[in-house]
Nanobody, 124 residues
Framework: QVQLVESGGGLVQVGDSLRLSCAAS????????MGWFRQAPGKEHTFVGA????????YYRDSAKGRFTISGEDAKNTVYLQMNNLRSEDTAVYHC?????????????????WGQGTQVTVSS
């Protein structure tokens, strides 16, 4: 049984920073990549970025480049999303996900396991 648990969300001001964590347990050896998605109210899940477990390569959506950084700590089976210079449009529920299919998953359907999400609210 795989479980992904996010933490670190909260209410911040425009320009602030937050670090989200995703702790994985269970059959984590099957993961090929871990990623972050976000879902704003009334919107679909949007890819934020991901990290390949084999190469530690990271990749991001354009609006996240330069502001967001994904890192992983294999010993703790934990992935982080460092978010800097937050904008009001970053407000969403952020979900951690794991893919067993590919090293570079960018689409929702390429992920097999999902966390419950953590709310990030950026106030202006």
């Amino acid at each position: 049984q795989v479980q992904l648990v996010e933490s670190g969300g909260g209410l911040v001001q425009v320009g602030d920073s937050l670090r989200l964590s995703c702790a994985a347990s269970g059959r984590t050896f099957s993961f090929r990549a871990m990623g972050w998605f976000r879902q704003a109210p009334g919107k679909e899940h949007t890819f934020v970025g991901a990290i390949s477990r084999s190469s530690n390569t990271t990749y991001y959506r354009d609006s996240a480049k330069g502001r967001f950084t994904i890192s992983g700590e294999d010993a703790k089976n934990t992935v982080y999303l460092q978010m800097n210079n937050l904008r009001s449009e970053d407000t969403a529920v952020y979900h951690c996900a794991a893919s067993t299919y590919t090293d570079y998953p960018v689409a929702f359907h390429q992920y097999h396991y999902w966390g419950q999400g953590t709310q990030v609210t950026v106030s202006s």
